[in-house]
C-alpha cells in the first residue's frame, strides 16, 4: 500500500457565510503502483482531495499516512510526488527543455545532468524535437505532453492528475491517454487521475472511485475489470461498455441524492 | 517590407508636416508675435543654429535621467519586492510609495538643492523621484498577480522564497516592470529638466536661461530637444521590452 486515508475530511470556512462541507469523511487506500482514477460531477470536491493528497491543502479532520514514511526522510517523500493541473501552466519564459529541468532544479541538481534527463524525458512523451521552442509557440496538446514530462521528470512514485486532458480535442486527448498509460506501465510510479470522463476512467485505470455531489463520499470502488494490455480498439469493445455503464450508473445515483 | 513601412509611417510624418506647415501659415498670417510664439520655421533654424550648445545640454540632462532612470528601476524593483512578502508589510508602507507619486516636485526640488546642493547630484535627486512610483506599482502588481497554480507548482516542489523570487515572481513580474520603466522614463525627463531649473545644468539652464533674454524661439528649440530625449528613452524601453518578451508574452507577440 502506498497511501491511506482514514477519515479525511474538508470544511471550507468562508470569512462570510455558513461553512461549506466539502469532502466526508473519506477512508481510502491505494496500492503501490495501482492507477485509481477518482470520477464526480464537477465541483464535487474531487480537486479538493487531489490537492490535500499532493499537500497543498490541508484537511479538516482525518490523517493521510504513507506506507515508506519509516524508511524515507519527509523531504525525500516530497519530491517524488508529482502533480499535473487542468492546464498545462508552463513557465512562459523558458524553453521547453528548460520547463521540464525546473523541478531538477529546484532540487538542487547541476544543469547538465538536470538536461539530459529532460531531454530523454521529452523522447518519452514524444516531444524531443520541440525542446528549444517556448510554450506559446506550441499547441494546446503539445503543451500538456511538456507539463507530463515536467511531472515525470522527477521520477515520481506517485502522479497526481487533476483532469489533465479536459481541455483538448477528442483525438488528442485520446492519444495523450494512450501516452500516459504507456508510461505508467513502463515507470510503475502509482497514478491518482481526477476525471468527469467515465470513458477515460474506464480506459485508463486499474481501479475508479465514483465520488457523490457535495460533500462527497465514496459512492462505488470499482475494480475495472478490462485487460492490462489496453489499445484504442478497446474503446469499441462492449465489456468496455459494460465497464463504463456501471461507472455511469453510479454517477448517475451519486447525483440523484 | 516597403509598403509595411509606408503603412506605419506615412500617417504620423504626414500630420506631423501638416500640422506644422498649418501652424506656419496661420502665426505668419496672424502676425503673432515671436516674442509670444515663433513660427516652426524660426525654432527649427535656432534649433540648427544652436545645435552644438542644445546637444551639449541635453547630454548633461540625457545622463541625470538615465542615472535616476537607473535608480528608480534597482531601487523600485527592490521595494515592491520588499512590499509584497505580506499584505500587513504592504498597508503599513505602500502609502509611503504613493507619497512618491503625489508629491509637487516643484515644490521639493529646492529642498534637493540643500540636501545635495547644485549639480547634477540633485537633478538625479528629482528625476529618481518622480519616476520610481510607476515601477513600484506595476512591479508591484505583477508580483502579487503570479499563477496560483505556478505558485502551487513551486510548493509542490518545496522552493524556498528565494528560488520563487527569482525564478516565478519576478520573470513573471518582468513585463509589468518594463511598463513600469516606459511610463517612468518620461516622468524622468520631467524631474531632470525640474531639477535643473534649480540645481544648475541640462537643458532646463539653456530654457531658464532663454526665458531671461525672452529668446521664445530658443525655448522652444530646448524643449523640443527635451522631448525627443524623452521619446528616445521611450523607444529604448519599448525595444528592451519587445527584445526581452517577443518569444513569449501576448503583448509583443502581435508586433512580431
Given at each position: 500500500?502506498?497511501?491511506?486515508?482514514?477519515?479525511?475530511?474538508?470544511?471550507?470556512?468562508?470569512?462570510?457565510?455558513?461553512?461549506?462541507?466539502v469532502?466526508e469523511p473519506?477512508?481510502?487506500?491505494?496500492g503501490?503502483?495501482e492507477?485509481?482514477?477518482?470520477?464526480?460531477?464537477s465541483?464535487?470536491?474531487?480537486?479538493?482531495?487531489?490537492?490535500?493528497i499532493?499537500?497543498?491543502d490541508?484537511?479538516?479532520?482525518g490523517?493521510?499516512?504513507w506506507?515508506?514514511?519509516?524508511?524515507t526522510?519527509e523531504?525525500e517523500e516530497?519530491?517524488?510526488?508529482?502533480?499535473?493541473?487542468?492546464?498545462?501552466?508552463?513557465?512562459?519564459?523558458?524553453?521547453?527543455l528548460?520547463?521540464?529541468t525546473?523541478p531538477?532544479?529546484?532540487?538542487?541538481?547541476g544543469?547538465a545532468?538536470a538536461?539530459?534527463?529532460?531531454?530523454?524525458?521529452l523522447?518519452?512523451v514524444?516531444l524531443?524535437?520541440?525542446v528549444?521552442?517556448?510554450?506559446?509557440e506550441?499547441?494546446g496538446?503539445?503543451?500538456?505532453?511538456?507539463s507530463?514530462?515536467?511531472?515525470l521528470?522527477?521520477?515520481p512514485?506517485?502522479l497526481?492528475?487533476?483532469?489533465?486532458f479536459?481541455?483538448?480535442?477528442?483525438?488528442?486527448?485520446?492519444?495523450l491517454?494512450?501516452?500516459?498509460?504507456t508510461?505508467?506501465?513502463?515507470?510503475?510510479?502509482?497514478?491518482i487521475f481526477?476525471?468527469?470522463?467515465?470513458?477515460?476512467?474506464?480506459?485508463?485505470?486499474?481501479?475508479a472511485?465514483?465520488?457523490?455531489?457535495?460533500?462527497?463520499?465514496?459512492?462505488?470502488?470499482?475494480?475495472?475489470?478490462?485487460?492490462t494490455?489496453?489499445?484504442?480498439?478497446?474503446?469499441?469493445?462492449?465489456r468496455?461498455?459494460?465497464?463504463?455503464g456501471?461507472?455511469?450508473?453510479?454517477?448517475?445515483?451519486g447525483?440523484?441524492? | 517590407?516597403s509598403?509595411?513601412?509606408?503603412?506605419r509611417?506615412?500617417?504620423?510624418v504626414?500630420?506631423?508636416v501638416?500640422?506644422?506647415?498649418?501652424a506656419?501659415?496661420?502665426?505668419?498670417?496672424g502676425?503673432?508675435?515671436?516674442?509670444?510664439?515663433p513660427?516652426?520655421?524660426?525654432?527649427?533654424?535656432?534649433?540648427?543654429?544652436?545645435?552644438?550648445a542644445l546637444?551639449?545640454?541635453?547630454s548633461?540632462?540625457?545622463?541625470?535621467?538615465?542615472?535616476?532612470?537607473?535608480?528608480?528601476?534597482?531601487?523600485?524593483?527592490?521595494?515592491?519586492?520588499?512590499?509584497?512578502?505580506?499584505r500587513?508589510i504592504?498597508?503599513?508602507?505602500y502609502?509611503?510609495?504613493i507619497?512618491?507619486?503625489?508629491?509637487p516636485i516643484?515644490?521639493?526640488?529646492p529642498?534637493?538643492?540643500?540636501?545635495?546642493?547644485y549639480?547634477?547630484?540633485?537633478?538625479?535627486?528629482?528625476?529618481?523621484?518622480?519616476?520610481?512610483?510607476?515601477v513600484?506599482?506595476?512591479?508591484?502588481?505583477?508580483?502579487?498577480s503570479?499563477d496560483?497554480?505556478?505558485?502551487?507548482?513551486?510548493?509542490?516542489?518545496?522552493?524556498?522564497?528565494v528560488?520563487?523570487?527569482?525564478?516565478?515572481?519576478?520573470?513573471?513580474?518582468?513585463?509589468?516592470?518594463?511598463?513600469g520603466?516606459?511610463?517612468?522614463?518620461g516622468?524622468?525627463v520631467?524631474?531632470?529638466?525640474?531639477?535643473?531649473?534649480v540645481?544648475?545644468?541640462?537643458?532646463?539652464?539653456?530654457?531658464?536661461?532663454?526665458?531671461r533674454?525672452?529668446?521664445t524661439?530658443?525655448v522652444?528649440?530646448?524643449?523640443?530637444?527635451a522631448?525627443?530625449?524623452g521619446?528616445?528613452l521611450?523607444?529604448?524601453?519599448?525595444?528592451?521590452?519587445?527584445?526581452?518578451l517577443?518569444?513569449?508574452?501576448?503583448?509583443e507577440?502581435?508586433?512580431?
Amino acid at each position: 500500500m502506498a497511501l491511506r486515508l482514514s477519515g479525511v475530511t474538508r470544511i471550507f470556512r468562508p470569512t462570510h457565510g455558513d461553512a461549506v462541507p466539502v469532502l466526508e469523511p473519506i477512508d481510502l487506500e491505494v496500492g503501490r503502483g495501482e492507477f485509481l482514477a477518482v470520477l464526480g460531477p464537477s465541483g464535487c470536491g474531487k480537486s479538493t482531495l487531489l490537492r490535500i493528497i499532493a499537500g497543498l491543502d490541508r484537511p479538516t479532520a482525518g490523517t493521510i499516512g504513507w506506507l515508506e514514511q519509516g524508511t524515507t526522510g519527509e523531504a525525500e517523500e516530497a519530491r517524488s510526488i508529482a502533480y499535473v493541473f487542468q492546464d498545462a501552466h508552463l513557465l512562459p519564459w523558458r524553453s521547453v527543455l528548460r520547463n521540464v529541468t525546473l523541478p531538477l532544479e529546484l532540487a538542487g541538481g547541476g544543469r547538465a545532468e538536470a538536461e539530459s534527463i529532460a531531454r530523454a524525458t521529452l523522447e518519452q512523451v514524444g516531444l524531443e524535437e520541440a525542446v528549444d521552442r517556448y510554450p506559446a509557440e506550441l499547441s494546446g496538446g503539445m503543451r500538456m505532453r511538456v507539463s507530463l514530462a515536467r511531472a515525470l521528470v522527477v521520477r515520481p512514485r506517485l502522479l497526481l492528475l487533476d483532469e489533465p486532458f479536459a481541455a483538448l480535442d477528442e483525438i488528442t486527448r485520446q492519444e495523450l491517454d494512450d501516452q500516459l498509460r504507456t508510461l505508467w506501465l513502463a515507470n510503475g510510479m502509482t497514478v491518482i487521475f481526477v476525471t468527469h470522463s467515465t470513458n477515460e476512467a474506464t480506459f485508463l485505470a486499474a481501479r475508479a472511485l465514483v465520488l457523490s455531489m457535495r460533500p462527497a463520499r465514496i459512492c462505488l470502488d470499482h475494480r475495472i475489470e478490462l485487460p492490462t494490455d489496453r489499445n484504442a480498439s478497446l474503446r469499441a469493445d462492449p465489456r468496455f461498455a459494460a465497464q463504463a455503464g456501471i461507472l455511469y450508473q453510479a454517477l448517475l445515483s451519486g447525483n440523484r441524492r | 517590407m516597403s509598403a509595411g513601412w509606408a503603412v506605419r509611417w506615412l500617417p504620423p510624418v504626414g500630420s506631423l508636416v501638416v500640422l506644422t506647415g498649418l501652424a506656419e501659415v496661420a502665426i505668419r498670417v496672424g502676425r503673432v508675435s515671436p516674442l509670444l510664439l515663433p513660427p516652426p520655421s524660426a525654432v527649427l533654424a535656432v534649433a540648427v543654429s544652436e545645435s552644438p550648445a542644445l546637444l551639449s545640454a541635453s547630454s548633461g540632462t540625457a545622463i541625470a535621467v538615465l542615472v535616476g532612470l537607473g535608480l528608480s528601476a534597482v531601487v523600485g524593483v527592490t521595494i515592491a519586492v520588499g512590499l509584497s512578502t505580506s499584505r500587513f508589510i504592504e498597508r503599513a508602507f505602500y502609502p509611503y510609495a504613493i507619497f512618491f507619486q503625489v508629491v509637487p516636485i516643484v515644490a521639493i526640488a529646492p529642498l534637493l538643492v540643500i540636501w545635495f546642493g547644485y549639480g547634477i547630484r540633485a537633478v538625479i535627486a528629482s528625476a529618481f523621484i518622480v519616476s520610481i512610483f510607476p515601477v513600484i506599482a506595476n512591479t508591484l502588481a505583477g508580483l502579487l498577480s503570479v499563477d496560483p497554480a505556478l505558485r502551487d507548482l513551486f510548493r509542490i516542489y518545496r522552493a524556498g522564497p528565494v528560488d520563487t523570487l527569482f525564478r516565478l515572481r519576478l520573470p513573471a513580474a518582468l513585463p509589468d516592470v518594463l511598463t513600469g520603466l516606459r511610463v517612468a522614463s518620461g516622468l524622468a525627463v520631467i524631474g531632470a529638466i525640474v531639477g535643473e531649473f534649480v540645481g544648475g545644468g541640462g537643458l532646463g539652464v539653456v530654457i531658464l536661461g532663454a526665458m531671461r533674454e525672452q529668446r521664445t524661439d530658443l525655448v522652444f528649440a530646448a524643449v523640443g530637444y527635451a522631448s525627443l530625449l524623452g521619446l528616445a528613452l521611450f523607444g529604448l524601453a519599448s525595444l528592451a521590452s519587445h527584445l526581452s518578451l517577443r518569444r513569449w508574452h501576448a503583448s509583443e507577440k502581435e508586433l512580431g
